[in-house]
C-alpha cells in the first residue's frame, strides 16, 4: 500500500488544519489506516486510526474532541481534520496503513507496515 500525506503547513494556536492520506489500494477486510506525529527529540506518537469493517475510530487522549478522522470512499483518502491546534501539536505528521491488524495494536506504530512521507505543522502561540 503506498500513502501520500498532505494538507501540514504553519498555522496559529486556535486554528484547524485538514491533513489528507491518499491511499493506493484499500483491503477488502480487516485493515486500518493511522495518524502518527513525531516532535523534534521525540518519539513517533500515535494520534488517532480508523479501522474496517466498522470504521471504528480511535484517538490519543491529548487530540480527543479536538482532532477527527475520517474517510472519504471515492476518494480513498483518509483525513484527519484538527481543531483547537496548540502548540503542542506541532510535529510532522504520517499516516500508515495496516491489513489484519488487530484492534488492541491499532495506536502502535510497530503494528504499521506501509507509511506515507510525513507533513509538517507548525503551531505557533
Known amino acids: 500500500v503506498q500513502l501520500q500525506a498532505s494538507g501540514g503547513g504553519p498555522v496559529q494556536a486556535g486554528d484547524s488544519l485538514r491533513l489528507s492520506c491518499a491511499v493506493s489500494?484499500?483491503?477488502?477486510?480487516?485493515?486500518?489506516v493511522g495518524w502518527f506525529r513525531q516532535a523534534p527529540g521525540k518519539e513517533r506518537e500515535f494520534v488517532a486510526a480508523?479501522?474496517?469493517?466498522?470504521?471504528?475510530?480511535y484517538y490519543t487522549d491529548s487530540v480527543k474532541g479536538r482532532f477527527t478522522i475520517s474517510r472519504d470512499r471515492a476518494k480513498n483518502t483518509v483525513y484527519l481534520q484538527m481543531n483547537s491546534l496548540k502548540p503542542e501539536d506541532t510535529a510532522v505528521y504520517y499516516c500508515?496503513?495496516?491489513?489484519?491488524?488487530?484492534?488492541?495494536?491499532?495506536?502502535?506504530?510497530?503494528?504499521?507496515?506501509?507509511w506515507g512521507q510525513g507533513t509538517q505543522v507548525t503551531v505557533s502561540s
Open positions: 489500494e484499500w483491503s477488502s477486510g480487516r485493515f486500518a
Open positions: 480508523m479501522m474496517w469493517p466498522g470504521g471504528s475510530t
Open positions: 500508515a496503513a495496516e491489513p489484519r491488524i488487530i484492534t488492541s495494536s491499532v495506536g502502535r506504530s510497530s503494528a504499521y507496515g506501509d
